[in-house]
C-alpha cells in the first residue's frame, strides 16, 4: 500500500533519527520508493530544518538528540551516472578511468550512451535519475565540445552533482560554472606545432576531422604557430566547408596536403585522427609523397598510431586520466573524500607528445 506523503515523510524521520545517516539510495529502497520521490521528500523536510541534506545522504540535523552520532557518508551504495556519446575508440578509456575510480571507492557505475542522437542526452539523464543515480558525469554531444546559446541548459537544472567530461561551456553560459574535466587538445596541438618547428620546419598544415575536438586543436594551432613566428599556411579546405562522406574528407585533405608539399608551402602536417593518417599516409606515398622526407606527420589521437605501417609520431590524450579525475571529483561532491572542494574546478589535463619515425626525428620509444 502506497503511503501518503505525511507518513512517507513520518517515516523518514524516524530511520534518519535512529541512524543519524543514511544514503538516499538506501532509505529509497528500505521505504520501497523510488529515488525521485525519495529525494522530493527529503528537499521538503530539510527546507523546514527537519534533516539536513548532504550530496547523496540523509543527515539528523546537528545538534538536535539522536539515538546514533552522524556518519560522514561513504562511498557504499553510491551510483553515479554516466553520459557518453559511445563506448567505443576515444570514450573506452575515458569510461574505464570512471569506472575505476568509482568501484575503488566502492560505488558503482552505470552507463547511458546516447549515440549522438537529438535530445538523447537529457533522455539518458532521466532514465539514469530514475534508477537512482546519485551524482553524474556527462558528455554531451554537442558538435563544438560546448554548448551553442540556449543549449543543454537543462545540465544547469539538475539537482544532483553534474561534472562535464571533456566539454566545456563559454564564459557566460547557464553551464560554465560546473565542475569540469577535459583534455587540454589546444595544448596538444600547440606542443604538436612546436615539436615540428624545433626539428626545423617553418609551414606546417593542419589537417583535423570535423568533431568536437576540432575547434580546439584549430585554436592550439593557430596560437602556436603565431607565437613560434612560422610561415602562415592555407587552411584546409575542410574547415569552411565540411566534408559530405569519409571518402570526400579523405580524398580533399590528400589533394591540400599533395598541393601544399608540391607548391613548397607546407613541409609537415599534424593529421587529426591517427586513423585518418594511416589511411592518408599510404595514397600519399603512391603521389610520390615521401614520409617524413617531404611531409612530417603527426597525428592527434594515439589509438593506434604505434602500429602503424610506418610508426606515427602522435599526441596521446590522456583519456584514462580524464575520466578517473571527473569521477573523483564527483565523489568528492558526493562527500564520499573528507574534504570534498569548496570552489568549482576546472580541470584541463595535458596530453603527451609521444615521437616516433613519421616526423622524422629519432623515435624516443613507441
Keep these: 500500500m502506497r503511503l501518503h506523503v505525511d507518513q512517507r515523510h513520518e517515516r523518514v524521520l524516524q530511520l534518519v533519527r535512529e541512524r543519524g545517516s543514511l544514503r538516499v539510495a538506501e532509505l529509497a529502497e528500505e521505504l520501497g520508493m523510488s529515488a525521485v520521490t525519495l529525494r522530493r521528500d527529503v528537499e521538503a523536510l530539510a527546507a523546514q530544518g527537519l534533516v539536513e541534506r548532504l550530496h547523496g545522504a540523509v543527515v539528523w540535523p546537528s545538534g538536535a538528540s539522536q539515538s546514533a552520532p552522524a556518519a560522514a557518508p561513504s562511498a557504499e551504495g553510491l551510483v553515479v551516472g554516466m553520459v557518453v556519446p559511445t563506448t567505443e575508440y576515444y570514450y573506452a578509456d575515458v569510461v574505464r578511468g570512471a569506472r575505476e575510480a568509482v568501484e575503488a571507492a566502492g560505488a558503482r557505475l552505470t552507463i547511458g550512451l546516447s549515440r549522438y542522437l537529438p535530445d538523447e542526452d537529457e533522455a539518458q539523464v532521466r ?11 556527462l558528455t554531451p554531444s554537442w558538435e563544438r565540445g560546448h554548448p551553442e546559446p540556449g543549449e543543454g541548459l537543462w545540465a544547469a537544472e539538475q539537482e544532483t552533482p553534474v561534472v562535464l567530461v571533456e566539454r566545456w561551456a563559454p564564459l557566460g553560459h547557464p553551464l560554465a560554472g560546473l565542475d569540469r574535466v577535459r583534455s587540454d587538445h589546444a595544448h596538444g596541438a600547440a606542443e604538436a606545432v612546436a615539436h615540428l618547428a624545433g626539428l626545423g620546419h617553418r609551414s606546417i598544415a593542419l589537417a583535423v576531422q570535423e568533431s568536437p575536438t576540432a575547434p580546439r586543436l584549430r585554436a592550439g594551432y593557430a596560437a602556436a604557430v603565431a607565437a613560434l613566428g612560422l610561415s602562415p599556411v592555407a587552411a584546409s579546405p575542410l574547415q569552411d ?9 579523405f580524398e580533399r585533405t590528400l589533394e591540400y596536403l599533395c598541393e601544399g608539399v608540391a607548391g613548397g608551402d607546407v613541409t609537415a602536417a599534424i593529421v587529426h585522427s591517427d586513423a585518418d593518417a594511416i589511411v592518408l599516409i599510404p595514397r600519399l606515398q603512391a603521389r610520390g609523397v615521401r614520409v617524413p622526407e617531404d611531409l612530417a606527420v603527426i597525428a592527434y589521437d594515439d589509438e593506434v598510431a604505434s602500429l602503424a605501417d610506418l610508426p606515427l609520431t602522435a599526441v596521446a590524450p590522456d583519456k584514462h586520466a580524464v575520466g578517473a579525475a571527473a569521477a573523483k571529483l564527483l565523489l568528492s561532491r558526493l562527500g564520499v573524500s573528507d574534504e570534498g572542494p569548496a570552489a568549482r574546478r576546472h580541470l584541463d589535463i595535458l596530453p603527451t607528445l609521444r615521437v616516433r619515425v613519421s616526423c622524422g626525428a629519432a623515435a624516443a620509444g613507441a
Design 241 to 249: 566547408a565540411p566534408s559530405r562522406s569519409e571518402t570526400d574528407r
Design 127 to 137: 532514465r539514469l535519475l530514475s534508477t537512482g543515480a546519485d551524482g553524474l558525469l
